[in-house]
């Protein structure tokens, strides 16, 4: 007789025992001649050395997914798990589909919607720095954070760093009360809001205590090296072009990045250019450097923002055309 104890404090205990113990029952049932008990986030496993070394081995391939994605259907459980005499289906997939990037806060279901998304995902799979352009609501900063989750959630890096130009919105916001962080905070808001849709609140805020996600404005990024890590630049439309370039060469050796940005909403003062234009100029042909056009057709926001969006477009090209005219 041997006994293993397995800990699941990586995990969220609900998903593993299931509503009203479901998951733990079946997990009983595949392995019945081994005696397995629990108290709190604990397993223990009793019985012959070659029973506990098999039942040890499928829990842990259990608990490797809802680390990586946070839920598992019983079905999906089921199957991990083995048949009564331990062996695996040869043919079982992996249950969440290509266009799951991750499963985010109770369960939800993150993925890629429109074709501009999914190659954003692949194109960031294959490149370790990753520009995607497009007009808001196209969903740039919430597939870019899903994927720098999942990359924490893998352990393909050790640490996720978002950030953005702190420049106001067309109005001058004043004297903001309180300490830096406060002060900084309403700028970094979107990041933030990405981040509570993906993780459970516990989970958020030890990863940020604990310097695991750090977000911050891009000033703060001068001097650093930020390597082992995914990193995210958001509103690059609003880096001059020293500014990009620093960011740029901050870029670790193990690091991935990805830069979004919309360059019909750019908020520097007048006599300030953009710098993003240029650097996806520039860079456009380097090997490991990739660029992805998101348009109208992939915003995922209310029904009515693309043909917000669509009709600003048709009226700037009128202008446009209408200035070319008078040249």
Do not use: C, W
Not at 62 to 91: A, P, T, V
Not at 128 to 150: C, E, H, N, S, W
Not at 221 to 230: I, P, V
């Amino acid at each position: 007789m041997t006994e293993q104890i397995i800990n699941l404090e990586t995990i969220n205990p609900i998903e593993f025992f299931g509503v009203n113990n479901n998951k733990f029952d079946t997990l009983k049932k595949k392995f019945p001649l081994l005696k397995i008990l629990s108290r709190g986030s604990l397993i223990k496993i009793s019985g012959k050395p070659e029973d506990v070394s098999i039942a040890s081995e499928r829990i842990q391939l259990i608990i490797q997914y809802l680390e990586r994605n946070g839920h598992m259907s019983e079905n999906y459980f089921s199957q991990l798990l083995g048949d009564e005499d331990g062996n695996l289906n040869e043919k079982i997939t992996d249950e969440t589909g290509n266009d799951v990037i991750v499963f985010g806060h109770n369960g939800k279901i993150i993925k890629a919607k429109t074709r501009n998304q999914k190659l954003l995902v692949s194109n960031s799979d294959k490149n370790d720095i990753m520009f995607a352009v497009g007009p808001a609501g196209t969903g740039k900063t919430y597939t870019a954070v899903a994927l720098a989750v999942r990359a924490l959630k893998n352990k393909t890096v050790r640490k996720i760093i978002l950030t953005r130009p702190a420049v106001e919105a067309g109005e001058s916001l004043g004297f903001l009360p309180g300490d830096l962080k406060e002060k900084i905070d309403p700028y970094l808001r979107p990041l933030y809001d990405a981040l509570d849709d993906m993780l459970p609140p516990d989970k958020l805020n030890y990863y940020m205590t604990n310097r695991i996600i750090e977000v911050a404005p891009l000033a703060y990024m001068r001097g650093r090296t930020l390597d082992n890590a995914f990193i995210i630049l958001d509103e690059a439309q609003n880096t001059t072009d020293l500014q990009i370039k620093m960011f740029l060469t901050r870029i670790g050796p193990s690091a991935k990045a990805i830069i979004t940005g919309d360059m019909s909403q750019i908020d520097l003062p007048k006599n300030q250019q953009s710098g993003l234009g240029r650097a996806i100029r520039l860079l456009r042909n380097i090997n490991g450097i990739a660029h992805i056009e998101l348009d109208g057709e992939d915003v995922v926001r209310h029904r009515l923002v693309k043909a917000i969006i669509k009709a600003y477009d048709t009226d700037n090209q009128a202008e446009n055309e209408k200035n070319e005219k008078k040249k």
